[in-house]
């Protein structure tokens, strides 16, 4: 059994970006510029925003972090991100979710300048992800994906499952597996006997967000695990994910753990998708 290092690999991505973002300067006279914004003090929220602009950092990407309060109106929101997406200095735009109830998370996406998405949240670049035409990948499912080919991982003509079906992981890692070819099946809390669909996985992508949910007896030998929760554990208290990894993992050919699997994976896919942004602005310019 071997355990995905999303750690290793993702510092080797950043490593990767730092180095493209070293040669900007001499290249384009400036730095990628990404801003997150923040509203309210959502707990988790605070780690992740935090996390991400130590990544910046790391990589050498301009960072800039607007922290609103919880009682934000939509519009002073809305108003703010307008006038991000007219900032010629600004490439990125991430709104840190999930917002407070009395704003539309949906309206907010769709405010956001597709160009500067990179979350890829955006209605144009979801449908450019469905339609096969140019876009920007959402985060999550890049990084997946890139786990797998840096574990040597192929899914072409495999059995993919998928469980959980959000528009932030679900549903577009569903469709980068079909696109690599893997034959997916996608489960959800009404799929039936849900063990005897994932004992026919051979790569199980686990999003459901429901603490240690998969269990040993529900794979298969040499099966590829990813694990995308991020709970707590109701006995320890401790972070865990959707996966018993002391179960499942003495039966997988190869597991990510939680902490430490698919979570840095996918603050490295952010820097990655700044400098896309980046790159696509500086180029359109010229
Ligand atoms: N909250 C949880 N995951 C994400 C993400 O990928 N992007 C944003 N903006 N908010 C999140």
């Known amino acids: 059994m071997k355990i995905i290092d999303g750690k290793q690999i993702s510092a080797a991505l950043k490593a990767d970006v730092a180095a493209q973002v070293a040669s900007f300067p001499a ?3 400036r730095v990628p510029h990404l801003v997150v914004i923040r509203v309210g003090e959502d707990p988790a929220s605070v780690v992740y925003v935090r996390n991400k602009a130590k ?3 790391l990589t050498g990407i301009r960072n800039t972090t607007i922290v609103l309060p919880e ?4 519009a002073a929101l809305l108003d703010r991100i307008r006038s991000l997406n007219a900032d010629e200095g600004v490439d990125g735009i991430l709104v840190q979710l999930p917002l407070p109830r009395h704003i539309s998370e949906a309206k907010v996406i769709e405010s956001i300048s597709r160009e500067k998405d990179v979350d890829g949240f955006h209605p144009l670049n979801v449908a450019g992800l469905w339609q096969k035409t140019p876009h920007l990948e959402p985060c999550t499912p890049k990084g997946i994906m ?8 192929d899914p072409c003509g495999k059995r993919a499952v998928v469980i959980g079906r959000s528009n932030i992981v679900g549903l577009p890692t569903a469709k980068m597996l079909l696109d690599a070819n893997a034959t997916v ?3 959800h809390t009404r799929t039936k006997d849900l063990a005897a669909i994932t004992r026919q996985a051979e790569i199980l992508v ?3 967000g429901k603490a240690k949910m998969i269990s040993g007896d529900m794979v298969s030998e040499g099966v590829v695990v990813i694990d995308v929760g991020m709970d707590r554990d109701p006995d320890t208290g401790k972070l865990c994910g959707d996966v018993d990894f002391d179960s499942v993992a003495p039966k997988a050919a190869a597991i990510t753990p939680v902490p430490g699997g698919v979570g840095p994976m996918t603050i490295a896919c952010l820097m990655q998708n700044t400098v896309l942004c980046f790159k ?5 310019k010229a």
Do not use: F, I
């Open 27 to 29: 290249l384009y006279g």
């Open 55 to 57: 990544a910046c950092e």
């Open 71 to 74: 009682d934000t109106p939509e």
């Open 146 to 153: 890139q786990l797998l080919k840096a574990t040597g991982v």
């Open 185 to 187: 099946t996608l489960c």
């Open 206 to 208: 686990v999003a459901a």
């Open 280 to 284: 696509d602005r500086v180029s359109k």
